[in-house]
């Protein structure tokens, strides 16, 4: 099993950029493709980012590519998501996701592909 802990959310202006981070426990965190999704309010969760065990491929939803960046540190079982050029429709809870890695494998995008889930932290992008 692995525990996910976000952080870094906050209050930022549009335009402006924060970088999340979610931290996982475990000494297998190399073995699991990782993503990030988030919720609005009234909204269903949707895919923002994923990357694969070892950082080689990443997948973003059409909505951030060119603004966002998914990234991984395996020597600190972090997984990170920079954003930029925050937009106000970006305002959600974000959620880091982990999926055990299944040989040969590419990256999912479905919510029920992913096995673990953190607690979320709150992303809000004013005018």
């Known amino acids: 099993q692995v525990q996910l802990v976000e952080s870094g959310g906050g209050l930022v202006q549009a335009g402006g950029s924060l970088r999340l981070s979610c931290a996982a426990s475990?000494?297998?965190?190399?073995?699991?493709?990782m993503a990030w999704f988030r919720q609005a309010p009234g909204k269903e969760r949707e895919f923002v980012a994923a990357?694969?065990?070892?950082?080689?491929?990443?997948l973003y939803a059409d909505s951030v590519k060119g603004r966002f960046t998914i990234s991984r540190d395996n020597a600190k079982n972090t997984v990170y998501l920079q954003m930029n050029s925050l937009k106000l429709e970006d305002t959600a809870v974000y959620y880091c996701?982990?999926?055990?890695?299944?040989?040969?494998?590419?990256?999912?995008?479905?919510?029920?592909?992913?096995?673990?889930w953190g607690q979320g932290t709150q992303v809000t992008v004013s005018s």
């Open positions: 475990g000494r297998t965190f190399s073995s699991y493709t």
């Open positions: 990357i694969s065990w070892n950082g080689g491929s990443t």
């Open positions: 996701a982990a999926r055990s890695t299944r040989y040969g494998e590419g990256l999912y995008s479905p919510t029920w592909k992913y096995d673990y």
